[in-house]
């Protein structure tokens, strides 16, 4: 089966599992190895339907969340729309995904996540894929005493809420209660709002690329930020599943 995936974190697990992906989006740059010959259709937001018929592909992967309702509507390929909420949702996605695609990877994949889940953890701080940077304050400020803020975005500042698969990861890791979580999924927070938190910042590579505005994101909020590394809290398939699994061993 001929696969287009308009869904990064998909394109790395279905090429891990075998799946035949011939269409990508400019993000889906894992595996770098398997990506660098797969022809790139757009973005997560954008896509070129005449590159994709060039493809002639059986099969559009996309995902409520990540692509657009446009996408879905104009899309003249059979595709298949995954909803990924959370983190304990994760095994049956991947079933209904190894379904559509009929593979058996996919299915391996769900009963690992299965195993993972039915493990509860309560971690410490530093199970988190923190990275090292010159300009983060030390790991010792992620105390009980303030709060942790997770930012995805800069001008406008913008955090997860509740129902995020962010969350639900850092709620298996059993360091939801630390977390500053609001209801709208991705709301935005004025200078004033976060400095009244006096929050410890766990600043995201992804989307944003904090890495590089660090310094300045401390120095504007005067608070103590970290660098933390996005993918394994957002890209929902192989790669955050690698992660839980790492916290176990």
């Known amino acids: 089966m001929r696969v287009v995936c308009m869904v990064p974190s998909w394109t790395e697990t279905l090429l891990v599992c075998g799946v035949n992906v011939v269409g990508r989006t400019r993000y889906c740059i894992h595996p770098a190895d398997l990506v660098a010959d797969i022809a790139v259709v757009g973005g997560t937001k954008d896509v070129q339907w005449d590159k994709v018929a060039d493809l002639a592909p059986d099969l559009v992967i996309f995902d409520k969340e990540e692509n657009t309702k446009a996408m879905a509507d104009s899309c003249p390929f059979p595709y298949f729309a995954t909803e990924v909420t ?53 790991k010792s400020v992620l105390t009980n005493d303030r709060p942790w803020l997770y930012l995805i975005w800069r001008k406008p500042y913008m955090t997860v809420g509740r129902h995020t698969f962010i969350f639900s990861v850092f709620a298996h890791l059993g360091l939801a209660d630390k977390l500053v979580a609001l209801e709208p999924n991705y709301p935005e927070l004025s ?31 005067q608070q103590d930020a970290l660098l933390i590394d996005g993918e394994p809290m957002c890209w929902y398939g192989i790669r955050c599943l690698r992660y839980l699994e790492s916290v176990l061993q």
């Open 86 to 138: 959370s983190v304990q949702g994760m095994p049956q996605v991947l079933r209904l995904l190894a379904q559509q695609l009929n593979n058996n990877g996919l299915i391996a994949l769900a009963a690992r996540y299965q195993a993972v889940l039915s493990r509860p953890v309560v971690c410490a701080p530093d199970a988190l894929p923190l990275l090292t940077h010159q300009d983060a304050a030390p």
């Open 191 to 221: 200078l004033d709002a976060i400095r009244a938190l006096n929050p410890v910042l766990l600043c995201s590579t992804e989307p944003y690329p904090f890495a590089k505005q660090l310094a300045a994101t401390q120095n504007e909020l």
